[in-house]
């Protein structure tokens, strides 16, 4: 069973600053399997990136994902106020289907 | 505009059931894979179970395997989920979500529903 652990667990930035997310497997991912989530309080999650590095209808450049093999990242540009939320990577096509990774809090410092 | 719709929620005793309904609009329905993600309180996203396209083929997570049933019927555009033998731990939030990759299992989820909660208690 693959497990997807993120780190880190909470990341406090200002607004302005560069995000690195990282989502490391616990073996090899194929690199269209691996998807990121952003989760608002109290809204339903939303797609980021999709096959590892490709964004989403709608989410803006300043998010970009990257990665292979095992360790895949999560990185934002340049934080907007409306990026603070949960990040999840997430896995399908190995056993169980779907994995999602525990998820990164990323707050304002 | 793409939408899912759940109904269905709502407070069931240990052991009881519950049916999950999840109303899809805007797209063609029976072209894509649909699964379920719950989140219980304060928690992570876990999948529950997938579907693909046709309903001929279904996936479940171990935690729910033997209790859950998925299906789904293209002529109404109406995704399901039979919830049996409800533990506490089921309690959560389940969403409803489209498969981006057209029939493909192993896809990403680019439209989500609303969320609803279930709750398992006596």
């Known amino acids: 069973e693959i497990v997807l652990t993120q780190s880190p667990g909470t990341l406090s930035l200002s607004p302005g600053e560069r995000a690195t997310l990282s989502c490391r497997a616990s073996q090899s991912v194929s690199s269209s399997y691996l998807a990121w989530y952003q989760q608002i309080p109290g809204q339903a999650p939303r797609l980021l990136i999709y096959?590892?590095?490709s964004r989403a209808t709608g989410i803006p450049d300043r998010f970009s994902g990257s990665g292979s093999g095992t360790d895949f990242t999560l990185t934002i540009s340049r934080l907007e106020p409306e990026d603070f939320a949960v990040y999840y990577c997430q896995q399908c096509g190995t056993s169980p289907l779907v994995t999602f990774g525990q998820g990164t809090r990323l707050e304002i410092k | 505009e793409v939408q899912l719709l759940e109904s269905g929620g709502g407070l069931v005793q240990p052991g009881g059931s519950l049916r999950r309904s999840c109303a899809a609009s805007?797209?063609?329905?029976?072209?894509?894979?649909m699964s379920w993600v719950r989140q219980a309180p304060g928690k992570g996203l876990e999948w529950v179970s997938t579907i693909s396209a046709s309903g001929g083929s279904t996936y479940y997570a171990d935690s729910v395997k033997g209790r859950f049933t998925i299906s789904r019927d293209n002529s109404n555009n109406t995704l399901y989920l039979q919830m049996n033998s409800l533990r506490a731990e089921d309690t959560a939030i389940y969403y409803c979500?489209?498969?981006?990759?057209?029939?493909?299992?192993?896809?990403?989820?680019?439209?989500w529903g609303q969320g609803t909660t279930v709750t398992v208690s006596s």
């Open positions: 979500a489209k498969g981006r990759s057209g029939g493909r299992v192993t896809t990403a989820m680019d439209v």
């Open positions: 096959g590892a590095s």
């Open positions: 805007g797209f063609s329905f029976s072209n894509y894979a």
